[in-house]
């Protein structure tokens, strides 16, 4: 296999790649350095990624998880969005000391704020371990492939992370499968909040611009990375020193014009380019309708809550965010899917495949078995759903589900100590993290109102026995609100899993009966004996042979357009993407510019707005038009600008890099007129939105004052 995708990548050499779309994998980035260069790339191969010497790789991390941060100042200081700082903002915020909503910059490093629970990982190296891999699971299919698939990757991971502790490697599949890489990082964990714009600033324009241009927000945060003294990964310490990186990137003022070369490392979640009409057709139909109706509701339930209280407020407005950010990205993907007629371009170039592949001995009913799968699958599609978004809503729900693994441990009567403290431990850390963001009044009217969505919307006969058997039996016969208030209101008065005493009781002495007698186990037990049971098999056995034949459909495309450079979906794992900075016309008779302005950002400023106010400082400094070196040629501030370089969800954060090496903005969002990205890259439609650094600096510079910080990055005017 491995020879097979070597050589094909070896045809592509001579073949111009296509700049914009693809997410390149570092390691192999140069089979597209002619076409890097033709855009106007300056740096070499070796700048680009090397594992030898420092290089564009060593200052990119990928940040808490989730997102992409860079290393901009030979201190470990990091850029990356406001949107990826958001939870560790608003955690170190109290309504006495609100940072979220008046920004914080830290004028010395001892005003850095600590922030517990970020970490970063910086990528040393990838290796590729197919040969290695197939060999371990030779024909395994399914749960049988999983399984091996787990076993050997776990082996060689092992064999990285036996040197220290901080070194964490990852076994991933690319192109479905086709190619395994191995990836080895190292993990720095003392991360502390150096600087915020406030959230006016940092969200402005809130959910009604996210995921639009033109776009004014300044979605950016610092951090910095502090090391243990030999500039090793360490716990924080009061005593820990600013991180010496190998590489940081300098920063460029110099302004950017329409087709510079423009490219972005960082790591993309996931993508789906190669999923079929038929999956595009269910997410249209059921998926994404599904998941909207149940994130309104959601969401309705906490904004009624978050606004009696600030102290509500900050406890829930990172995960309001995130719920927010993609109720809108799957609004967006269903209206552009079907504007853009994904559903028939698929078909159509399924039916040149099947064509081929009849023609060339490959296999020609592989898009039938896709059909199959499909129908087989979609009568418990909205059930999937609804359990993982409309039952796992509710903070009770997920409480009681995390009791399952060790109940069904204490029934096996096994008394070893050891795993009882593991169970006891995960328990713990499990409900730790739900408890943060558990607001009493809120995950009441949460869950009632969940429970009584969940049994309108799922298939009657697919529902759990808790409906029958407890709901309307002892709390009304009908399917009322009321019912479900008396139920609700029942469980949090009949479990111990929300009182902190009560539960830790339980931890001291837990037993199957304090289980079975618990309201809230009750409850999230029916619902997950009833999916484990009956649907997830459904599920697994979808996902398993959607695999298999994903596979093969990658392996033929490959085969059947030889000479193409290809690039596997995103895996949130390092990528490159390279072209240039690029305006669009979103519809007909429309233009838009590659730029937007403050004075743009002024003409949507409505005073009192959740979403559109300024601060009066941003207002002065805008009438003195007081933009010092910040400003473009042109004379005015310029806020953001696009590119049509191809990012999905995880890149936010990513510095966009010009043909220098400097960075020129943070990346922190797609434009809605190609929403459908994830699943078909549309080039004429699809743009990267990016805050640029000039308005960055600007804000550092003269609304934070954070001289500081200025002073330790490579500007370069
Ligand atoms: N849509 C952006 C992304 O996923 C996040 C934007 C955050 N801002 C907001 N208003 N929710 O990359």
């Given at each position: 296999m491995k020879k097979f995708l070597l050589s094909l990548f070896a045809v592509a050499l001579m073949l111009p790649a296509r700049a914009d779309e693809g997410?390149?994998?570092?390691?192999?980035?140069?089979?597209?350095?002619?076409?890097?260069?033709?855009?106007?790339?300056?740096?070499?191969?070796?700048?680009?990624?090397?594992?030898?010497?420092?290089?564009?790789k060593d200052a990119i991390v990928q940040f808490a998880g989730g997102c992409t941060a860079e290393v901009i100042s030979d201190n470990g200081l990091l850029l990356t969005n406001h949107h990826c700082g958001y939870d560790a903002i608003a955690g170190l915020s109290t309504v006495e000391k609100n940072y979220l909503d008046n920004g914080f910059w830290a004028h010395n490093m001892s005003e850095e704020l600590p922030a517990p629970g970020v970490t970063v990982i910086f990528l040393q190296k990838m290796e590729d371990v197919t040969d290695e891999v197939m060999k371990a699971v030779g024909n395994a299919k399914g749960e049988e492939y999983n399984k091996k698939f787990a076993?050997?990757?776990?082996?060689?991971?092992?064999?990285?992370?036996?040197?220290?502790?901080?070194?964490?490697?990852?076994?991933?599949?690319?192109?479905?499968?086709?190619?395994?890489?191995?990836?080895?990082?190292?993990r720095y964990v003392d991360v502390r909040l150096v600087g915020t714009p406030p959230k006016s600033l940092g969200k402005f324009g809130g959910d009604t611009d996210n995921w639009m241009w033109p776009r004014h927000t300044s979605d950016f945060s610092m951090f910095r990375i502090y090391a243990g003294k030999d500039n090793m990964p360490a716990p924080y310490a009061a005593t820990n020193v600013p991180y010496k990186p190998k590489k940081f990137l300098p920063v460029s003022i110099k302004g950017e014009h329409e087709g510079d070369y423009a490219m972005i490392y960082g790591y993309p979640g996931r993508t789906n380019r190669y999923e079929v009409s038929y999956g595009v057709d269910l997410s249209i139909r059921d998926v994404n309708p599904s998941i909207v109706s149940i994130r309104d509701l959601r969401l309705s339930i906490m904004r009624k809550h978050m606004a009696e209280d600030k102290t509500i407020y900050l406890k829930l407005t990172s995960l309001y965010a995130r719920i927010a950010n993609y109720w809108k990205y799957f609004i967006g993907q269903t209206e552009q899917l079907k504007r853009l007629n994904v559903v028939e371009k698929k078909k159509k170039q399924e039916e040149k495949f099947t064509q081929w592949a009849s023609e060339n001995n490959y296999d020609a009913g592989l898009m039938d078995r896709y059909e199959k799968i499909y129908a087989e699958y979609t009568p418990y599609a909205k059930h999937a759903v609804y359990y993982g978004e409309c039952f796992r809503s509710s903070a009770v729900a997920r409480l009681g589900s995390s009791l399952e693994p060790l109940r069904k441990w204490l029934e096996k009567k096994d008394n070893n100590q050891d795993s009882l403290k593991k169970y006891i431990t995960a328990l713990k850390t499990g409900r730790r993290a739900i408890m943060k963001?558990?607001?009493?009044?809120?995950?009441?009217?949460?869950?009632?109102?969940?429970?009584?969505?969940?049994?309108?919307?799922?298939?009657k006969p697919q529902l759990p026995d808790i409906y029958q058997k407890v709901i309307f039996k002892k709390f009304g016969k009908y399917n009322s609100d009321k019912t479900y208030e008396d139920y609700t209101a029942y469980v949090f008065n009949n479990t111990f899993l929300i009182d902190s005493v009560k539960f830790n009781a339980f931890c001291d002495a837990p037993s199957v009966e304090k289980i079975d007698k618990d309201a809230a186990a009750e409850y999230a037990m029916s619902y997950v004996d009833n999916f484990t049971k009956n649907y997830l098999p459904k599920v697994e056995a979808f996902s398993n042979q959607k695999k298999e034949l994903s596979k093969e459909y990658i392996k033929g495309l490959m085969e059947m357009k030889q000479g193409k450079l290809f690039y596997p979906d995103a895996n949130s794992t390092m990528r490159i993407t390279y072209g240039k900075v690029l305006s669009y016309d979103p519809q007909d008779a429309v233009h838009y510019n590659y730029f937007t302005t403050l004075d743009g950002l002024m003409a949507k400023y409505k005073p009192g707005s959740d979403e559109f106010d300024v601060p009066q400082q941003l207002i002065d400094l805008y009438k003195k038009k007081d933009y010092g070196r910040y400003a473009d040629e042109d004379g005015t501030l310029h806020t953001c600008f696009i590119t049509n370089n191809d990012i999905t969800g995880g890149n936010s954060g990513s510095p966009v890099i010009n043909a220098n090496g400097e960075l020129i903005g943070a990346a922190f969002d797609g434009n809605w007129e190609a929403m459908s990205g994830d699943i078909a890259f549309d080039k004429k439609y699809k743009r990267t939105i990016v805050c640029d650094v000039r308005y960055i600096l600007f804000l550092i510079d003269k609304m934070g004052h954070a001289k500081n910080l200025i002073k330790e990055m490579d500007i370069r005017e």
């Open positions: 997410m390149w994998v570092p390691m192999l980035i140069g089979k597209n350095y002619d076409e890097m260069q033709r855009l106007g790339l300056k740096l070499s191969k070796d700048d680009l990624y090397s594992i030898n010497h420092a290089s564009l076993e050997i990757s776990k082996k060689i991971e092992d064999r990285e992370t036996g040197k220290d502790k901080y070194t964490v490697a990852n076994v991933k599949e690319y192109f479905n499968g086709n190619q395994i890489l191995l990836l080895v990082y190292k963001e558990f607001d009493y009044g809120t995950e009441k009217d949460m869950m009632a109102q969940m429970t009584k969505m969940y049994y309108d919307e799922v298939p």
